[in-house]
């Protein structure tokens, strides 16, 4: 099966330090990767779609200067929180689809980074 | 915008019985997909089953099964034989595309406790 892996899996950092989260399809090549913030005993809530080679599209009421999202290739994504503070203290988890019929494809799942800021 | 409800936050089934998850949701398109993930404590999601909105047929996956009412926009989850490795946080969720173009909505989630 299709096989998503994330690093870390869980991360301590200081308030004001920037954390940089990956998400690797690790057997397949994935057009589209996806970014979900999941607080606790909460649902996932979309971020951010991003497309291999563009700038990733933001939902409604994320900010893209704090939450930095690049797909620089078919196989990584990464996320960067820049000067995190506790409020942005939650799980992270991305998914991935693969190339070739988009739209009919599943996502995969990571299992998440734990971010925890000091 | 695409809303999903979850009413019930936690459901209880004793082991071997049969729990139904209830699941709504909002959207003014006529063709989109719909999920059931099921995230235990490991936070690992995990697809149940999932469903074309065009498929007048209820998708089913082992002990799994669906009853999709489009008309009145309901997407019950249906587990028959309840194990004990069923015990997770259960998601509904949307997606206009087949979910690998566009993000998914999710619901809230359902609790499912199994008692043995």
């Known amino acids: 099966g299709a096989v998503v892996s994330q690093h870390p899996s869980w991360v301590i950092c200081k308030s004001g330090t920037s954390v940089k989260i990956e998400c690797r399809s690790l057997?397949?090549?994935?057009?589209?990767m996806f970014w979900y913030r999941q607080f606790p005993k909460q649902s996932l809530m979309l971020m951010a779609t991003?497309?291999?080679?563009?700038?990733?599209?933001?939902e409604q009421g994320v900010e893209k200067d704090k939450f930095l999202i690049n797909h620089a290739s078919l196989t990584l994504s990464t996320l960067t929180v820049t000067s995190a503070h506790p409020e942005d203290s939650s799980f992270y988890i991305c998914?991935?689809?693969?190339?070739?019929?988009?739209?009919?494809?599943?996502?995969?799942f990571g299992p998440g980074t734990r971010l925890t800021v000091l | 915008a695409q809303t999903v409800t979850q009413s019930q936050p936690e459901m209880s089934v004793q082991e071997a019985e049969t729990v139904t998850l209830s699941c709504t949701y909002d959207?003014?398109?006529?063709?989109?997909?719909l999920f059931w993930y099921k995230q235990p404590p490991s936070r690992q999601m995990i697809l149940v089953i999932r469903?074309?909105?065009?498929?007048?047929q209820n998708a089913t996956e082992n002990r799994f099964s669906v009853n999709f009412q489009k008309a009145a926009k309901s997407f019950s989850l249906k587990i028959s034989d309840s194990q004990l490795g069923d015990a997770a946080m259960y998601f509904c969720?949307?997606?206009?595309?087949?979910?690998?173009?566009?993000?998914?909505?999710f619901g809230k989630g359902t609790h499912l406790i199994i008692q043995p």
């Open positions: 998914s991935a689809s693969p190339e070739g019929l988009a739209s009919y494809n599943e996502q995969f």
């Open positions: 969720a949307y997606s206009q595309s087949g979910g690998g173009a566009d993000g998914l909505t």
């Open positions: 469903q074309e909105a065009y498929k007048q």
């Open positions: 959207t003014s398109e006529s063709d989109y997909y």
């Open positions: 991003s497309n291999e080679g563009s700038k990733a599209t933001y």
């Open positions: 057997d397949f090549q994935a057009t589209t």
